[in-house]
């Protein structure tokens, strides 16, 4: 990554992780879309770049501080997971599915 793609990323890091941080706490373990997160950062920050948000909702699974996984790549579907924990060991996770542990 050059340079300034480095300072490019740690400046919209730094304005819209709480956005996506939010986003994240106040939806419980459900599936969402990638829209539906830009929809959501957009209300703080209107002009952000479509991609931005999922660029750095990844940044921010990687440093452990949200989790989630991808459950349809092709349609952006991603499902909120409990921080450290694998989706197959989270009974709130099955209970979605409407089974029970």
């Keep these: ?19 996506i941080l939010d986003f994240f706490a106040n939806k419980g373990f459900v ?5 539906e997160l830009l929809a959501h950062v957009r209300k703080t920050h209107p002009t952000v770049a479509p991609e931005s948000p ?3 909702m990844r940044g921010l699974r990687g440093e452990g501080e949200i989790n989630y996984e991808s459950i349809k790549r ?4 991603y499902r909120i997971l409990p921080v450290g924990a694998p989706a197959e060991e989270d009974p709130q996770l099955d209970l979605l599915d409407g089974e029970l542990s």
């Design 1 to 19: 990554m050059a340079e300034h793609d480095t300072d490019e990323y740690y400046r919209v890091y730094k304005d819209i992780s709480p956005a």
């Design 31 to 35: 599936e969402f879309t990638s829209n």
């Design 54 to 56: 999922t660029r750095i």
């Design 74 to 77: 092709a349609k952006a579907l």
